[in-house]
């Protein structure tokens, strides 16, 4: 049993010798450099995504305050712009508390 101890040791220490050699390899570092790049590319498309979405409801509600200002009805702005009237009734509160500060 101890034998066997001691090959399993070996074998952890080549196996680890070995997994040294593949990462300081150039394909690894490529494939690695590779994999990295892919999920950059992942992070900045998400992000890029989560901008423009928060741009257009930035965008979204200016609409639906200039419209209330200009004495749409709620039914109205719901109707051209997409939103519910509970969402149009929130642009709205938010707007009036904003104005307050």
């Given at each position: 049993?101890?034998a066997?101890l001691?090959?399993?040791?070996?074998?952890?220490?080549?196996?680890?010798?070995?997994?040294?050699?593949i990462?300081?390899s150039?394909i690894?570092?490529?494939?690695?450099?590779?994999?990295?790049?892919?999920?950059?590319?992942?992070?900045r498309e998400?992000?890029?995504?989560?901008?423009?979405?928060?741009?257009?409801?930035?965008?979204?509600?200016?609409v639906?305050v200039?419209?209330?200002?200009?004495?749409?009805?709620?039914?109205?702005i719901?109707?051209?712009t997409?939103?519910?009237?509970?969402?149009?009734?929130?642009?709205?509160?938010?707007?009036?508390?904003?104005?307050g500060?």
């Amino acid at each position: 049993m101890l034998a066997r101890l001691v090959l399993e040791k070996e074998v952890v220490k080549g196996l680890l010798r070995t997994e040294n050699i593949i990462r300081e390899s150039s394909i690894y570092q490529l494939f690695a450099e590779e994999i990295d790049l892919e999920i950059l590319e992942k992070v900045r498309e998400e992000v890029q995504k989560k901008v423009r979405e928060e741009i257009r409801e930035k965008n979204t509600r200016l609409v639906v305050v200039n419209m209330l200002k200009e004495g749409l009805s709620m039914e109205i702005i719901a109707k051209v712009t997409g939103l519910t009237i509970e969402q149009v009734q929130q642009v709205q509160i938010t707007a009036v508390e904003n104005d307050g500060n």
